[in-house]
């Protein structure tokens, strides 16, 4: 059993900051890659930044130059460090990693979410 724990999310001023972080706990091998997507009202669910274990990163032209990916491979933890939000980064942020299990099978897991709302 995996679980995906996320933190950090919250309210804030446009021009403000924000840092989530995602772990991973439970019957893990190793971890590939890691990644934040996220899903605007009434949008559907999309690609933030991803992070592989050689620590390579995507980004959505939408947040590049303002958002960081980070991972700590000892803590399996991902980080998404944010500033300059925009109003329009509102949305709740899930938090996906592709899992080795124990029995060396990957998997996907999604965090539970959490709200990231920046006003104007």
């Known amino acids: 059993q995996v679980q995906l724990v996320e933190s950090g999310g919250g309210l804030v001023e446009a021009g403000g900051s924000l840092r989530l972080s995602c772990a991973a706990s439970g019957s893990i091998f190793s971890i590939n890659d890691m990644g934040w997507y996220r899903q605007p009202p009434g949008k559907q669910r999309e690609l933030v930044a991803t992070v592989i274990g050689g620590g390579r990163t995507n980004y959505a032209d939408s947040v590049k130059d303002r958002f960081t990916i980070s991972r700590d491979n000892a803590k399996n933890t991902v980080y998404l460090d944010m500033n300059s939000l925009k109003p329009e980064d509102t949305a709740v942020y899930y938090c996906?990693?592709?899992?080795?299990?124990?029995?060396?099978?990957?998997?996907?897991?999604w965090g539970q979410g959490t709200q990231v709302t920046v006003s104007s």
């Open positions: 996906n990693a592709h899992i080795i299990s124990l029995g060396r099978k990957e998997y996907s897991y």
